[in-house]
């Protein structure tokens, strides 16, 4: 079945200490993929997005993902994170470029001094 | 250059009233998404539409809801005879086009049945 997992509900991080969420996804061929974030009671804000090409994508606030076709893997990452960053993040998938997004369960990041 | 805006905000209904919420996407996009995010759940598709178009609406529940996006005004996702189950958050997103890129989220309406 066609699916979006992220492995990792719940992660703790220090302050200052590097981050990486993992996003798996299980299509036919490489869909179109993005991080959003979501802050406690607000809607999603976009960190970036992958359509094609450079398999490493920047995105706002110091994000990063990278593509790896071969693990059918979109992890993101942060090499430096900050208290404002706690959050919970989604991968999401866009299967047929539809606009039609199927998200991941989503990972709970808390940051601790 | 305003975002989109969805109101209102939070919602509170009794058993058996209707609840409208509304979605104005951002200024240029013509493409509207509804998603429902349930308690310990994540984000689930509802409904895809274009002006006056529904294009995809194989996430609505069959009964009680209702999506539409007018030539003119927000779009409205409604929902007749509310149930606790219908408790949750609903957030509209837009995109400039179906296949263009990203899309770009409201606020959500929290949706809470007595």
């Known amino acids: 079945a066609q699916s979006v997992t992220q492995p990792d509900i719940h992660i703790t991080v220090s302050e200052g200490a590097s981050l990486e969420l993992r996003c798996n996804y299980s299509?036919?061929?490489?869909?179109?993929l993005f991080w959003y974030v979501q802050s406690p009671g607000q809607g999603l804000q976009l960190l970036l997005k992958y359509f094609s090409g450079d398999t490493l994508v920047q995105g706002i606030k110091g994000f990063e993902a990278e593509f790896k076709r071969s693990q059918s893997s979109f992890n993101l990452r942060k090499p430096s994170v900050h208290w404002s960053d706690a959050a919970e993040y989604f991968c999401a998938v866009d299967p047929d470029s539809w606009g039609k997004l199927q998200f991941g369960a989503g990972t709970q990041v808390v940051v601790t001094p | 250059n305003a975002g989109v805006m969805q109101n209102p905000r939070h919602l509170v209904r009794r058993r058996g009233q209707e609840a409208r919420l509304r979605c104005s996407p951002m200024?240029?996009?013509?493409?509207v998404y509804w998603y429902r995010q349930l308690p310990e759940e994540g984000l689930k598709f509802m409904v895809y539409l274009q002006k006056e178009n529904i294009i995809d609406e194989s996430g609505m529940p069959k009964e009680r809801f209702s999506a539409e996006f007018p030539k003119e005004g927000p779009s409205i996702l409604r929902i007749q005879q509310v149930v606790r189950g219908d408790s949750a958050a609903y957030f509209c997103?837009?995109?400039?086009?179906?296949?263009?890129?990203?899309?770009?989220f409201g606020p959500g309406t929290r949706l809470l049945v007595l």
């Open positions: 299509y036919g061929a490489t869909p179109y």
């Open positions: 200024k240029g996009h013509s493409h």
């Open positions: 997103a837009s995109s400039p086009g179906s296949s263009v890129g990203a899309q770009y």
